[in-house]
Nanobody, 126 residues
Framework: GQLQASGGGLVQAGGSLRLSCAAS????????MGWFRRAPGKEREFVAA????????LYASSVKGRCTISRENAKKMVILQMNSLKPEDTAIYYC????????????????????WGEGTQITVSS
């Protein structure tokens, strides 16, 4: 399968962005889907993920309460709505697919994810 992320951009602190990830190929409806980010000089980190069984989300503490992840299986898309953005949210955001995730569980280790999109840049100015 292939993934394509979009929706990044430049936004002022406090603003919002909606990231989309479009999948092609594979059995999207049975994949756990996640979003990760890599800030300059930092390691890739988990942001959010959603199960394929019940669409249950999981968020990193750094974004919890500010982000909402959702999926539309019929369209093979995953959405990450980000609100109240902060300068520390500046990073390249990647969507990823975990083809071996449990139906009602998601994983936060990027090494567990099999397919990755190209990434989309979010820059938050103060």
């Amino acid at each position: 399968g292939q993934l394509q992320a979009s929706g990044g951009g430049l936004v002022q602190a406090g603003g919002s962005l909606r990231l989309s990830c479009a999948a092609s190929g594979g059995t999207f409806s049975r994949y756990g889907m996640g979003w990760f980010r890599r800030a300059p000089g930092k390691e890739r980190e988990f942001v959010a993920a959603i199960t394929w069984g019940a669409g249950t989300p999981l968020y990193a503490s750094s974004v919890k309460g500010r982000c909402t992840i959702s999926r539309e299986n019929a369209k093979k898309m995953v959405i990450l709505q980000m609100n109240s953005l902060k300068p520390e949210d500046t990073a390249i955001y990647y969507c990823a697919a975990d083809t071996d995730s449990g139906r009602f569980a998601v994983r936060v280790d990027p090494l567990e994810y099999d397919y990755w999109g190209e990434g989309t840049q979010i820059t938050v100015s103060s």
